[in-house]
Structure formats: structure tokens, C-alpha cells
């Protein structure tokens, strides 16, 4: 996954874009977030026959994020520097967490206790008790083990 973070940008079309951070859905994908998309961003990719798996974006105030995740890793990196995103990319982990006061604490407090540094989450949804959550952290393996995993 893919991400960086700055203040919003007029993107040429009336609206306000930026970056924000390294969230992705899918644990067997790379996903990339980048500042102030431009209409020409995903025509780019796919004049370069990058196909688009999975997309998402967001914000909050000043700051926006895009998400998505392609079929060619490199390809998608060449564009994105191309228009000068900032991105930062990584594997994201998605872990089911209890829907009650402090199963997110819990969830991040194991996490640390195992030195794992999360650098993004991104909240997927809810369904009955269940949180649904991406973390994009240091190192997979060791936040598996810790959240008892594999």
C-alpha cells in the first residue's frame, strides 16, 4: 500500500483533493494513496493498461486521502511520480475486532507490546460485534503472530 499526506489542493476541476494515509482493504494487494488525484490520474493508469482492483478515498477537513489498488505495482509508481504524489507503500493486514469500548485499544495495545509500528488504519465496516480493519504496520509477520494470527 501506498500512502503520504499534505494540505488540500485545487486539482484543476473545482475541487479540493489531498493526501492523508497508507489504508488498504485487501491483505494480498499493494494499494497506493496519494495527494490531490487529478481527473487525469486514473487516465494515466490506464493508458498504461494498469487496471484498477480496488479503489476508496476520504477525508476530514483540509485532508483527504485516495486508496487504491492495482495490477502492477511498478507501472503505478511510475504515475504516481510522474504527477509528484508523495505515496508510501505496504501490505495491508485486515483483522476482525470486537465491537465494544476498547477492543480498538486492546487490538493496538498488543501491537505495540510486540514492538510493531502501525503506520495507517483504515476502519472497512461493521457487521454484528465485528469491526472490520485494515493496518498497513512495519512488519506483517510479527502483527500476525501478535494478534494470534499465523
Request: a negative charge.
Given at each position: 500500500m501506498i500512502g503520504g499526506a499534505c494540505p488540500a489542493q485545487?486539482?484543476?476541476a473545482g475541487a479540493s483533493a489531498a493526501g492523508g494515509q497508507p489504508w488498504a482493504r485487501s491483505s494480498s494487494s499493494s494499494s497506493r494513496t496519494v495527494r490531490a488525484p487529478s481527473p487525469r490520474s486514473p487516465v494515466a493508469l490506464a493508458e498504461r493498461g494498469i487496471d484498477i482492483g480496488e479503489i476508496a478515498g476520504g477525508g476530514s477537513g483540509e485532508h483527504a486521502y485516495a486508496v487504491l489498488a492495482t495490477d502492477d505495482d511498478g507501472a503505478t509508481r511510475s504515475v504516481l511520480r510522474s504527477?509528484?504524489?508523495p505515496f508510501v507503500e505496504g501490505e495491508a493486514l485486515?483483522?476482525?475486532i470486537e465491537d465494544r469500548p476498547g477492543g480498538f485499544a486492546e487490538t493496538t495495545e498488543k501491537l505495540a507490546a510486540a514492538g510493531v509500528d502501525i503506520?495507517?488504519?483504515l476502519f472497512l465496516g461493521r457487521r454484528?460485534?465485528?469491526v472490520e480493519t485494515a493496518f498497513t504496520v512495519d512488519d506483517v509477520g510479527r502483527a500476525r503472530r501478535a494478534l494470534g494470527l499465523g
Open positions: 485545487d486539482n484543476g504527477f509528484g504524489y485486515v483483522v476482525e503506520h495507517g488504519v454484528e460485534g465485528i
